[in-house]
């Protein structure tokens, strides 16, 4: 099975993705990882992408598809892309990519959360300074106050976590996703699904429209 992630920054989609990742037994590809990977590895891919963003950059366009057809010549049976496409271009891109592969998206799932619901998520987030270990004051609270469970590191709050930042962020998000939605549902391949509930009872959602 070959399917695509879509939502905004605090629907869910990381831990949907480890959910799916097991359940079906797909590859998960993110294109953060992808590109932390290749910066690691020193790949030309890689040291292109490291000029982008040393400069401040966006990496462009071009070079993260190049980078996901890449990686997807590497997998054998399902993935579950995350993070790819963003724009109209990339969805374009990435049927191009298919084709070339001889591949098809079984579907493309869109998490569709409210905002106030999407606040309550990211301002309550906490992360740990020491190992990324996530945690939420309501929700995932540490068993000690500021206190990461797994390492003992400190804990704090990204800056982009505030509500102002996530409204903008949520603003900028839809005006650019709203073309790839609409790309996506003229070839019947979307599936939108309420990202208000919690991660598990998406998946069950998900699972039960595959009839699996």
Not at 4 to 25: C, I
Not at 52 to 67: A, F, H, K, M, S
Not at 93 to 114: E, F, G, H, M, W
Request: charged share 30%; net charge neutral.
């Amino acid at each position: 099975m070959k399917l695509v992630l879509l939502g905004p920054p605090g629907a869910g989609k990381g831990s949907l993705a480890a959910l799916l990742k097991k359940s079906l037994g797909l590859a998960h590809i993110s294109t953060g990882d992808l590109l932390r990977e290749e910066i690691k590895n020193h790949t030309a891919l890689g040291q292109e992408a490291k000029s982008y963003i040393d400069q401040g950059g966006l990496v462009p366009d071009e070079l993260v598809t190049r980078l996901v057809e890449h990686k997807l010549k590497t997998i054998q049976g399902g993935y579950l892309l995350d993070g790819f496409p963003r724009t109209e271009r990339q969805a374009k891109d990435l049927d191009q990519i298919l084709a070339r592969l001889k591949q098809t998206l079984d579907s493309v799932i869109y998490l569709n959360a409210t905002l106030s619901v999407i606040i309550d998520r990211l301002a309550g987030r906490r992360v740990c300074k020491s190992c990324g270990a996530l945690f939420h004051i309501k929700n995932k609270p540490s068993q000690k106050e500021g206190i990461c469970d797994l390492c003992q590191g400190q804990l704090y709050q990204r800056p982009d976590d505030n509500e102002a930042t996530v409204k903008e962020r949520m603003r900028v998000y839809l005006e650019n996703t709203k073309p790839i939605i609409h790309y996506y549902e003229e070839q019947n391949r979307l599936m939108t699904v309420d990202a208000d509930k919690d991660s598990e009872d998406v998946e069950k959602i998900i699972l039960k429209s595959f009839d699996l």
